[in-house]
């Protein structure tokens, strides 16, 4: 074969192994977010929490991007799951993180789902934090894997997942 003929086979042949390869990546199905059940699981600690304030740390990982975590002093009111002390140490650094708009939600109330880091409990993902509206038990809002439902609920939901 002529030295132009191979290489335009060879371009030819790259060219569609890509196209191949691109398009199997392109079709594939997005990572699967966790559902309550997934939550409730894989939770060392579920419990009610209230955070005064917020910190921002903003650090450069591993693989050189800038990342910011969340950190936050909660005082625990209720526990469902776990044995958490009276007061832990949260750490969110998930994309889309609700404690980034801490100063702007009205509420100092979360539903947590975390699990032990260090001297940190830390989330696996942005609904493991879900904002809790209101101040007398019983008719307060948790907004939990976008449905929004009372705190009674949310508790019964979360015992009937431990009871799996």
């Not at 409730?40 to 450069?60: C, G, L």
């Not at 439902?149 to 799996?164: H, M, P, R, T, Y």
Request: charged share 20%; proline share 6%; net charge positive.
């Amino acid at each position: 074969m002529p030295p132009g003929r191979a290489n335009y086979a060879m371009k030819t042949t790259l060219i569609s192994v890509l196209l191949l390869t691109g398009g199997l990546f392109a079709f594939a199905e997005p990572p699967k977010k966790p559902t309550p059940s997934d939550q409730i699981r894989d939770a060392e600690v579920i419990a009610f929490v209230s955070i005064p304030a917020v910190t921002t740390v903003t650090y450069t990982n591993s693989i050189g991007q800038v990342a910011t975590n969340f950190l936050a002093e909660a005082k625990v009111e209720r526990v469902l799951k776990g044995t958490p002390p009276e007061s832990i140490r949260l750490k969110d650094g998930s994309t889309g993180s609700i404690l980034s708009q801490h100063a702007n939600l009205l509420t100092s109330r979360f539903l947590v789902f975390v699990r032990r880091s260090g001297d940190s409990y830390t989330t696996a993902d942005k609904d493991d934090l879900a904002p809790v509206w209101g101040s007398v038990a019983g008719s307060r809002r948790v907004v939990w894997c976008s449905i929004c439902i009372s705190d009674g609920e949310a508790v019964a939901w979360v015992q009937k997942g431990l009871k799996k």
